[in-house]
């Protein structure tokens, strides 16, 4: 599974992260590596919970709430809170999978990742390398998009950040968990949805078809979800 969401942040808002992210002091990133992934983990992190993260990670926080899709594809029970990294100087991340179950910061419980985020704050041509390689079952999906636009993907898959060898990488990056935890009962969930939106712009508010699809889709959605 791979959702593209383009121009979640305008050029103007991109503009504005990176004046912050550019002159900000970046920290290894293997502080925050689990075990498995520490040994192929390589590039460099923004320190959590102080600025310019916690207004960057707000901001992006306060666009999820808002954006129906990435509400439709993700229904999100909860968000980990954006964190920020920038590959450079052959800085890259080998193959890993994201751990199930992660606590957020502050948050004295445990979350579990269905769905992993990058929100991409640099442009494709900044720097060479760097794509996001996703396995999946139809093969090696390989991301690479325009600053402001964003990728949701399984948590579950195996993924890595191929060696950026020129230029540098700037990304934000976060987690989702689902209240439908089943990743086939979300692509049913959110197919149908954006099914009933491209009718509604087709047909009347009230029409009788649209509305009995409508409970459809909020009868299967009470009948997966799991808040
Ligand atoms: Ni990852």
């Not at 992260?17 to 590596?33: C, I, M, N, P, S």
């Not at 399984?154 to 993924?159: G, P, T, V, Y």
């Not at 969930?189 to 078809?209: K, N, P, T, Y």
């Amino acid at each position: 599974m791979l959702i593209p969401i383009n121009g979640f942040l305008s050029r103007h808002e991109v503009r504005q992260f990176r004046d912050h992210l550019d002159v900000a002091e970046w920290q290894d990133g293997q502080a925050t590596a689990g075990a498995l992934a520490r040994s192929v983990k390589n590039n460099q992190q923004l320190a959590d919970g102080v600025e310019p993260a916690l207004s960057l990670a707000h901001h992006i926080l306060r666009h999820l709430d808002r954006h129906p899709v990435f509400i439709s594809a993700a229904l999100p029970g909860r968000i980990h809170p954006p964190r920020f990294n920038r590959y450079r100087d052959g800085g890259q991340y080998g193959t890993h999978v994201d751990s199930a179950l992660m606590r957020p910061p502050g948050v004295d419980a445990i979350m579990r990742s269905d769905l992993s985020a990058t929100l991409f704050l640099s442009e494709a041509d900044e720097y060479e390398g760097g794509e996001l390689e996703i396995e999946g079952a139809f093969g090696v999906q390989s991301v690479k998009m325009a600053a402001g636009d964003m990728v949701l993907y399984s948590s579950s898959s195996l993924h890595r950040v191929l060696p950026v060898t020129q230029g540098a990488r700037v990304a934000a990056f976060f987690w989702v968990q689902s209240v439908v935890a089943k990743e086939s009962e979300r692509l049913l969930l959110f197919d149908l949805d954006q099914a009933i939106q491209g009718l509604r712009a087709q047909v009347v508010a009230d029409d009788a078809h649209l509305l009995k699809l409508a409970t459809v889709y909020h009868n299967l959605l009470r009948h997966c979800a799991a808040p």
